[in-house]
């Protein structure tokens, strides 16, 4: 009879997390493109890391562009990422100020809110709105 790991065991567990993380870094845009630079593309978009197209809504993105500050065409790269950890799971956090500016300019986020130790935590209902305002424009990743 052959060895049959237990589900529970830590090894078991470790070796499915490491694949499920995999498989979100490979969905996540491997070189973000600046708003300038998408509003001159017919059809918006990038490469992943696992090398499939992620395209940018088009109207998503001329309605950014439409609504920043134009000092932020050149600095926003986009996607925004906003990063999960294990060990906080009803907040994300954002390590981008330039993103973060941008989506205080927007009404996004309060003005109130500040970086602390270069990350902005964000509960994540907050996250899903933003995800829903501006398709294709917002991804999460692992920390």
Excluded: C
């Excluded at 998503?60 to 065409?73: C, D, I, N, S, T």
């Amino acid at each position: 009879m052959s060895y049959r790991p237990n589900l529970g065991e830590e090894s078991v567990l470790k070796k499915w997390i490491s694949l499920e993380v995999g498989r979100i870094k490979d969905g996540l845009v491997a070189e973000k493109k600046s708003l300038a630079r998408l509003l001159t593309e017919s059809s918006p978009s990038a490469v992943t890391k696992g090398g499939k197209e992620h395209a940018f809504d088009r109207e998503a993105v001329q309605m950014l562009g439409e609504r920043l500050p134009e000092k932020f065409h050149f600095r926003l790269m986009l996607p925004v990422t906003f990063y999960s950890t294990l060990d906080i799971t009803d907040s994300y956090y954002l390590r981008d100020e330039t993103a973060f500016r941008a989506l205080q300019a927007l009404g996004e986020l309060s003005e109130m809110r500040e970086m602390r130790e270069g990350k902005l935590w964000v509960s994540n209902a907050i996250v899903y709105a933003i995800m829903r305002k501006y398709p294709s424009l917002v991804e999460i990743g692992m920390g």
